[in-house]
């Protein structure tokens, strides 16, 4: 055999390892964690499976009953799980407590550790620090934003700060009293935003990374318009900007983002929403996907996905289309590991759907039939592991 057929016996060797190693199977098979807005028997978490090749979701498993898992965020190391206890309103169920939960990585199966205080009510959002030592909740009702230490095991440990806002904003019904409804940490792991929707402000703390404690930024916090609402929030890749998306308002804010003092600069505020569309309508998620030229906001009433495009030099957004979610009410959706496809939860249709990413266009194609889940919120993947 010649030099020149072992070397291509060697390539194509190599092409069929890499084909077959565990990361090539880590992007096809994925565990999709969903949880469910509300308290009872068989409410809780369930578990699928998505192919990230064929973007097949199979009907998820019920796993573990939890009181009003509505949002939740999985530890890098892919063996733990942070859960919101938040509400459920229509039972008269007002959580005050974050859950933790180690996974079984191969089949999904949770298993509880620990219960903590969430520092506050109705806990609505959590996030991680990159070191992966803390979590951060915002607490809805009441308006506060707590970090919570975590145990060598994974389980939740002592709050390390807490912080409550205080005043109101012009809506006598949404508006009277704060409403923290999201925090998250800036890039350089240094800045926890938090978006207040009863004070239309986003609040600016710094993060110490090694204690754990908050502390008030100067300037503490950008105003947004009267009546915003601003419910979540989006960096973009590079780290320059930040989306707000405003649940009341039905627009997204958008900033420039200075991250060594901390500040945020207006840039835009923009609808979700098509000129001529007049009815009810509440915005919930943002996201921007991973390549920086497309972002992504649901529309509660108009039952869709508002895509727009990024300027990636000035940060300004411009509206693409409306895709329809085949659903009502999509609280949530989340790009899987390839950011090919995207799961949108439609809650008050009882169902998730699938959608294809068009990454050179920002198009949404819907892919298979909507798939059945219970009142339907947060959505995580984690890669399969195999042996």
């Known amino acids: 055999m010649s030099f020149i057929q072992k070397l291509f016996l060697c390539i194509e060797f190599m092409v069929i390892m890499l084909w077959l190693s565990p990361q090539s199977a880590l992007a096809q098979d994925n565990l999709v964690f969903f949880g469910t807005h509300s308290v009872g028997s068989q409410k809780g978490i369930s578990v699928a499976h998505f192919n990230s090749e064929t973007g097949v979701l199979t009907k998820p498993e019920f796993v573990v009953e939890a009181p009003a898992p509505a949002f ?14 938040s509400n459920d309103f229509a039972k008269g169920y007002t959580g005050q407590t974050m859950s933790a939960y180690s996974i079984d990585p191969k089949k999904g199966i949770l298993t509880l550790l620990n219960q903590q205080s969430s520092g506050g ?4 959002y959590v996030w991680m620090d990159a070191s992966g030592r803390f979590v951060l909740v915002a607490n809805y009702k009441g308006g506060s934003v707590t970090v919570i230490a975590l145990k060598p095991d994974g389980s939740l440990g002592e709050i ?28 350089t792991n240094r800045f926890a935003l938090v978006a207040d929707l009863g004070l239309d402000r ?51 804010t958008s900033f420039a983002w200075n991250s060594a003092p901390g ?76 950011n090919k496809w995207i799961i949108v939860t439609n809650h008050d249709s009882d169902n998730a759907v ?20 219970v009142y339907p919120f947060c959505i995580r993947f984690l890669p399969v592991q195999k042996p």
């Open 72 to 85: 939740f965020i999985l530890h890098p190391d892919g063996k733990h799980l942070y859960v919101c206890n």
């Open 121 to 124: 009510a109705d806990p609505s």
């Open 160 to 187: 390390t700060a807490n912080i409550k806002h205080t005043g109101r904003s012009v809506d006598t019904v949404r508006q009277t009293q704060p409403y923290a409804h999201s925090v998250k940490l800036d890039p």
């Open 202 to 252: 986003v609040f600016v703390h710094r993060f110490n990374q090694e204690t754990g404690a908050l502390t008030q930024n100067d300037p503490p916090f950008v105003q947004l318009s009267p009546g915003s609402g601003p419910r979540h929030i989006a960096f973009h890749p590079n780290g320059k900007f930040v989306y707000i998306i405003n649940e009341m308002a039905c627009t997204i």
């Open 263 to 338: 500040v945020l600069t207006e840039l835009q505020t923009s609808s979700t929403l098509p000129p001529n569309y007049k009815e009810k309508n509440a915005c919930a998620e943002i996201e921007v996907h991973p390549n920086g030229k497309f972002l992504y906001a649901s529309n509660r009433g108009h039952e869709s996905l508002a895509v727009f495009a990024i300027d990636d030099l000035t940060g300004t957004i411009s509206l693409l289309e409306h895709i329809p979610t085949r659903g009502r009410s999509p609280r949530n959706f989340a790009f899987d590991p390839t």
């Open 354 to 373: 699938v959608f294809k990413v068009d990454e050179k266009s920002g198009h949404l194609t819907p892919s298979g039939d909507p798939v059945p889940v």
